[in-house]
C-alpha cells in the first residue's frame, strides 16, 4: 500500500487542522492506521491509531483535541486536529499496519504552530 499525506500548515496557537491519508489500497484491509509526529531533536512518537474494527488510542497530549477517524469508501485517515499549540509542531506521518505483513509508511506533512 502507499500513503499519501497531506493538510499541514502553519497556524496559530488555538487554531485547527484536519490532515488526510490516501491510501492506495483498501483501507477496510489495513489492521491499524495511525498518525505518528516527529519534532525536531525527537523520537517519533505515535498521536493516534484506529483499528479496523473503528476503536481508537491516542497519547495522552493529544486527548480530547485531536481525533482520528477513517473513511472506508474513500480508502482515507483524518486526523482532526483542535486547539493546536506550539509543541504540536512536528512533521506528521501515517502508517499503515497489517498484522501478517508489517508497517507502511508515508512522507510527512508539516505542521507549525505560532504562539
Known amino acids: 500500500v502507499q500513503l499519501q499525506a497531506s493538510g499541514g500548515g502553519s497556524v496559530q496557537a488555538g487554531g485547527s487542522l484536519r490532515l488526510t491519508c490516501a491510501a492506495s489500497?483498501?483501507?477496510?484491509?489495513?489492521?491499524?492506521i495511525g498518525w505518528y509526529r516527529q519534532a525536531p531533536g525527537k523520537q517519533r512518537e505515535l498521536v493516534a491509531s484506529?483499528?479496523?474494527?473503528?476503536?481508537?488510542n491516542y497519547v495522552d497530549s493529544v486527548k480530547g483535541r485531536f481525533t482520528i477517524s477513517r473513511d472506508n469508501a474513500k480508502n482515507t485517515v483524518y486526523l482532526q486536529m483542535n486547539s493546536l499549540k506550539p509543541e504540536d509542531t512536528a512533521v506528521y506521518f501515517c502508517?499503515?499496519?497489517?498484522?501478517?505483513?508489517?508497517?507502511?509508511w508515508g512522507q510527512g506533512t508539516l505542521v507549525t504552530v505560532s504562539s
Open positions: 484506529i483499528k479496523s474494527d473503528g476503536s481508537t
Open positions: 489500497g483498501s483501507t477496510s484491509s489495513i489492521n491499524v
Open positions: 502508517n499503515a499496519y497489517y498484522y501478517y505483513s508489517g508497517s507502511y
